[in-house]
Every structure is written in structure tokens, then in C-alpha cells.
Nanobody, 124 residues
């Protein structure tokens, strides 16, 4: 089992920045990939970014490329999402997820473990 706890959400103005964190505990050695997803009210949960355990491969949704950056440290047990140039359409609950295998990083079904989410609100 892997436990994931997100933090760092909040309310910021458009153009601002936030850094989300995700602390992983438990059988973290099984996390081949970790990722961030988000879900806006009334919408499906969507892929944001993912990173392999080694950090060698990063994937981003087109909507966040050039603005968001994902990285891991603490032996791969802490995941971060640096979000810059935030837009109102980035408003959502952001979820951390962990996968034990290297499938398609953009698919929710590839991730076995999920955090509870952290709310991000961007005001215009």
C-alpha cells in the first residue's frame, strides 16, 4: 500500500504561482511513476503531469506545458508540482497519484493509489 497526502493548494490571482506537494509513505518503492491530475467542478478528472521514479521521463498535458513543472525528491517519496502563470481555468482539485507500472501516464486507470486532493482556486 502507498499513502499519498497532498498540500500546498490555495487561492491566488491569475498570473501567480503555487507549489503543490505530495508526501508518499508505505510501499513507495513500488511507485514506478507518480503523477498529478485535476478535477474542476462538473468535469472529468484530467491528467496534468507525470514523472518516473528516476525522474528521467516527464509528461505534461498540453494545457500546462511551459507553465507547470513536476519533480520528485527525498528518494522519490515527495512529489512536487510547481505551477506558474496560473489561469482561472487551472482552478480545480489537484490529486496526486502513484502507479506501480509504466503504462500510459495520462490514463487514470494506470494509477492504483490516490491522495485526497488539494483545492486550487485562481481568481481573475
Amino acid at each position: 500500500q502507498v499513502q499519498l497526502v497532498e498540500s500546498g493548494g490555495g487561492l491566488v490571482q491569475a498570473g501567480g504561482s503555487l507549489r503543490l506537494s505530495c508526501a508518499a509513505s508505505g510501499r513507495t518503492v513500488s511507485s514506478a511513476r507518480m503523477g498529478w491530475f485535476r478535477q474542476a467542478p462538473g468535469k472529468e478528472r484530467e491528467f496534468v503531469a507525470a514523472i518516473t521514479r528516476s525522474g528521467g521521463t516527464r509528461n505534461y498535458a498540453d494545457s500546462v506545458k511551459g507553465r507547470f513543472a513536476i519533480h520528485r525528491d527525498n528518494g522519490g517519496n515527495t512529489l512536487y508540482l510547481q505551477m506558474n502563470s496560473l489561469k482561472p481555468e487551472d482552478t480545480a482539485v489537484y490529486f496526486c497519484a502513484a502507479a506501480s507500472s509504466l503504462g500510459n501516464p495520462t490514463l487514470k486507470s494506470q494509477y492504483e493509489y490516490w491522495g485526497q486532493g488539494t483545492q486550487v482556486i485562481i481568481s481573475s
